[in-house]
């Protein structure tokens, strides 16, 4: 059995000013300069918490021989350059075309990406791949928590299969499953049929966290609905709702062996369990100042996190945002650090004068003014390292990266991380190859909406989501939607209330 795997993976901010390339996924993917398949992608993800390293796993273990095509992704960013997309699809494409004849292919993609010619731009990706393997050749997808899916990838692939958690900390598992699933299907064991719902309802980054309420207990349900009969597989998409495009939205997808009546009914189900959650799902704010009088008030009582969401690169933020930093030295609070913040300049200027110098600074604020000005000042180079690393925590684990050059600074009695790659702070390790060990600090402003705490946040005994301004912000007033439909919750709050409904069935 041959089973071809592979894909491009973004979440496009479209709300954000710089766009994304191909340089970006060539640095951030680690693959080589044309993103190599094969030996390359079995190397860097065999056993790792990733879905190709679920993929290769859940290969091997029906006896099914893998063949990754391509395994691209970009940090979260601007939309996609068309012919940085195109020369991508190309690759997967010409690559898969040699390999051909294969019996089912694995699509390893986001599901919120968006190029300069399409919104949709998996649902054209799982199109293109379609085209070329026909309709009978079976194909399973999985996407991200945050896909925003649409009708076109429901009815294009045969099963897709999204994360369960929040932090992502299930892709292995999900890959696994859609491996094994795959053979099946191969096999003439199940005949997968799916029912897909788009809900009118956006959800912001902090309340989508699995970890806490309401969505713990909602996921327990959808665990226990996917044990009962003729039930394969159920996925719950919350969406990513930084991106102005016609889908961005809440979804859900039943998978059923060969029961449409069923996997309709199950859909609906949880597509309702969903909607009466509407008001819970909107986030609370806390303030810098309300947070660090919080950590003077509770002195020996552990770490405590600031959550700058706002400023988050996981979802496309610049990640060098200044408000909190700015606020703690202002107010000469001592013991917080921040990390990790993107500043290449900063780095290089702290590389060139060494540790143990002091040197002047205009750090951060320099992506967009929407983040906060630089910090100007004297700051002190404490320490220096290359900035590599290894996932240690449950999210990603095993997977090598880099923030490149790195430097930590203290400026005003504040330490601050700064990196040369855009990285989300979601790993101890990140800090602690600054010479930063967060359990020993006051109080830590992470640049992390929720990915956080599967890792630095199990750390913490207080948590406060930040109410900072950025373009990662959990706040719907200050973004202008011109392309999603409408009525939506909770843009439109009386109008999706009063029609409940219009899901769209596909
Ligand atoms: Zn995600």
């Known amino acids: 059995m041959r089973i071809a795997s592979g894909g491009v993976q973004h979440e496009t901010n479209t709300f954000a000013s710089t766009p994304t390339t191909l340089a970006d996924f060539v640095r951030d993917s680690d693959c080589g300069p044309e993103l190599a398949g094969g030996d390359v992608i079995f190397a860097r993800f065999r056993d790792t ?43 997967f494409i010409g690559r898969l075309q040699a390999l051909l004849p294969v019996d089912g292919v694995l699509l390893d993609l986001h599901g919120a990406m968006v190029t300069e010619q399409h919104e949709d731009a998996e649902g054209a990706f799982i199109e293109a791949v379609r085209h070329v393997v026909g309709g ?75 970890l806490r309420e309401p969505m713990q207990t909602l996921m327990q349900r959808v665990h226990q609905l996917e044990q009962e ?60 100042e309300e947070v660090m009088r919080f950590a003077d008030e509770h002195v020996n009582d552990g770490l405590v996190i600031f959550a700058d969401g706002s400023d988050n690169p996981g979802g496309g933020a610049p990640c060098d945002g200044t408000v909190a930093l700015q606020a703690m030295i202002d107010a000469n609070f001592e013991g917080g650090v921040v990390g990790v913040l993107f500043d290449p300049e900063t780095a290089k200027q702290a590389h060139e004068a060494g540790v143990g110098k002091t040197i002047h600074v205009r750090l951060g604020g320099k992506t967009d003014d929407k983040h906060g000005a630089p910090v100007v000042g004297e700051a002190y180079v404490r320490a220096l390292c290359d900035g590599t690393f290894t996932y240690h925590g449950p999210m990603m684990r095993g997977v090598v990266d880099h923030l490149g050059p790195t430097a930590t600074l203290v400026i005003g009695g504040v330490e601050v991380v700064v990196a040369s790659h855009r990285r989300q702070c ?29 890792d630095i946040g199990a750390l913490a005994t207080s948590i406060f989501d930040a109410d900072t301004p950025g373009i990662h912000r959990p706040d719907f007033s200050l973004f202008e939607y011109r392309h999603l439909r409408r009525p939506i919750y909770p843009l439109d709050r009386k109008a999706a209330c009063q029609t409940r409904i219009n899901l769209v069935h596909e």
């Open 49 to 91: 918490g990733t879905i190709h390293g679920g993929y290769i796993a859940g290969a091997e273990s029906v006896g099914a021989k893998l063949l990754p095509l391509l395994c691209a992704r970009a940090q979260p960013s601007g939309i996609v350059e068309q012919k940085s997309f195109d020369t991508m699809l190309d690759w």
């Open 136 to 210: 009978d050749v079976p194909m399973v997808v999985t996407l991200d928590l945050h896909a925003n899916i649409s009708p076109k990838m429901a009815r294009l692939a045969d099963v897709i299969i999204g994360f369960d958690t929040y932090p992502h900390v299930d892709m292995y598992e999900r890959g696994v499953e859609a491996a094994t699933l795959l053979a099946h299907i191969i096999r003439g064991e199940m005949k997968p049929t799916q029912a897909y719902r788009q809900l009118p309802l956006l959800t912001m980054p902090p309340m989508q966290c699995t």
């Open 229 to 288: 009969p003729g039930v394969i597989t159920a996925t719950v998409s919350m969406g990513f709702p930084f991106a102005d495009i016609h889908d961005a939205s809440v979804s859900v997808l039943v998978t059923t062996n060969d029961d449409q009546q069923l996997a309709d009914q199950k859909a609906d189900e949880i597509a309702s369990w969903l909607w009466d959650l509407r008001d819970e799902l909107q986030p609370d704010l806390t303030s810098i």
């Open 426 to 454: 979601l790993d101890a390790e990140m800090l602690r190859i600054a010479g930063i060990e967060p359990t020993h600090r006051r109080l830590l402003v992470v640049k992390s909406a929720v990915h956080f705490r599967a």
